[in-house]
């Protein structure tokens, strides 16, 4: 059977791809993983699972699935109702549970959702357990009964504890700062407000009355100009823009400029490199990363890690050099002293107590990288398989030898269609444009299908 899990879970279109019969079915054979494989704490009396959802509608159709598809394999749950993805994870280390539930399409219009599971401490399930839980779907099972039945509850304080574990990172308050803050009508509506006034800033929100239709509906880290707007009528400080789980983040100026997930990297790297706490002077990023990034950290004498796009092989990256800082142009920043996730307002906490503890403005410190122009040009119908044809690679390196280290090529295949990525860097837009075409034409050429 193909594969159900993608790289960041089940995720599709509600009712159609993601139904309650699927989730139903991921849960109990999530469960059954866990109780044949005796992963659980065995000082109680049967395994312990949190699940947590963002405001979709949808949502409640597959929160009751997953809730119900736990407790009659014999898992007590706690319902967290809707909150970020972070939070879940947070709480499923924090409580100590076997299994975290994530029900949620991120930063994904709102017809879609999706199922995450996550594994005791709130780490991402290994790829092994995801097909064991994939060859049990359908399977026939003898259910367990009477007092076996698992429990269901819901947990009283999710949001606060969350928030005050956020708080206990933070070495200084945000007084003085005004901030305004876009939570995409997500999960994070209740939380991000609240931690942020609650670290001392003074707070304006917008994107914050999730009716769960309006998720990401032109808001949010994929919609930047509502926010850009308010912070330049409110005279804010700067701004964040969260998305639908609030798992990433992206950030205005005061003068209402967006500051990309690069750029708060950067921030956090140097400042984590001033205080001594970043593990090998080295930060984790993607291939994609902008070469302004690349250049600004090595700059300050620090080193890059690069990995293939996605968070789960930045995380991969962290995990195996101990490192504590990793992250996508994005916005989804990992802090893994604090997180075992991309953590929307904590990477804004952080960026902000940066300003604080400054005295700069955003603009000053994004400014120590320079963003180079980007063009990304989808080539389609090509044989994605082929991208080390040797003429093709005398392309690419005459035309980064033409650019003379002021810019850069990456041809990345796509992992689902028959497409190659042709990503170009140059010190112009118009420089960055004639050589992802001229490239373009020659991945057309070379690897043409048929």
Request: proline share 4%; glycine share 10%.
């Amino acid at each position: 059977m193909p594969r159900v899990f993608g790289t960041d879970g089940v995720r599709g279109l509600a009712n159609r791809e993601v139904t309650a019969e699927l989730a139903l079915d991921l849960s109990v054979a999530a469960a059954r993983v866990i109780i044949d494989r005796g992963d659980f704490d065995r000082t109680r009396e049967r395994p312990l699972a949190v699940v947590g959802r963002d405001p979709r509608i949808s949502g409640q159709i597959l929160e009751h699935a997953v809730v119900a598809g736990l407790a009659s394999a014999g898992v007590d749950v706690l319902r967290l109702r809707v909150l970020p993805t972070p939070a879940v994870a947070h709480l499923t280390d924090a409580l100590d549970a076997d299994l975290g539930v994530v029900i949620s399409a991120s930063h994904n219009p709102m017809p879609d959702n999706g199922i995450k599971f996550l594994a005791r401490g709130g780490q991402k399930l290994d790829d092994a357990v995801e097909v064991q839980i994939e060859e049990l779907l359908g399977s026939p099972w003898e259910a367990p009964i009477g007092a076996a039945v698992g429990r269901v509850r819901p947990y009283e304080r999710p949001v606060e504890e969350y928030v005050d574990h956020l708080l206990a990172t933070l070495d200084r308050p945000l007084t003085g700062l005004k901030v305004v803050v876009d939570c995409a009508n997500g999960a994070a509506s209740e939380a991000a407000p609240m931690a942020l006034r609650a670290a001392g800033a003074e707070v304006i929100v917008i994107g914050a009355e999730p009716d769960g239709l309006n998720i990401n509906d032109g808001c949010g880290s994929t919609h930047l100009a509502p926010l850009q707007a308010a912070v330049v009528e409110h005279g804010a400080d700067a701004g964040i823009a969260l998305d639908g789980d609030a798992d990433r983040c992206l950030a205005v100026d005061h003068e209402g400029r967006d500051v990309d997930g690069d750029q708060i990297l950067a921030i956090l790297a140097l400042d984590l490199a001033e205080a001594g706490r970043l593990v090998d002077d080295t930060v984790v990023a993607t291939v994609m990363s902008n070469l302004g990034f690349l250049q600004a950290i090595e700059g300050a004498g620090l080193h890059v890690r690069q990995t293939k796009v996605g968070d789960r092989y930045v995380l991969e990256e962290m995990r195996a050099g101990g490192y504590v800082l990793g992250g996508e142009q994005s916005g989804h920043v990992i802090m893994s002293q604090y997180a075992t996730t991309g953590d929307g307002i904590l990477t804004g906490l952080h960026m902000l107590q940066r300003m604080a503890a400054t005295g700069k403005d955003l603009r000053s410190l994004a400014s120590v990288v320079t963003r180079l122009p980007q063009v990304l040009v989808n080539v389609k119908g090509v044989d994605k398989d082929r991208t080390d044809d040797a003429a093709l690679l005398a392309a690419v390196a005459a035309a980064e030898e033409e650019m003379g280290g002021r810019g850069r090529v990456l041809l990345r295949p796509s992992g689902t269609e028959p497409v190659v990525r042709v990503m170009v860097e140059a010190p112009t837009d118009e420089a960055a444009r004639e050589v992802a075409d001229r490239l373009a034409d020659v991945v057309r050429e070379r690897l043409a299908l048929g």
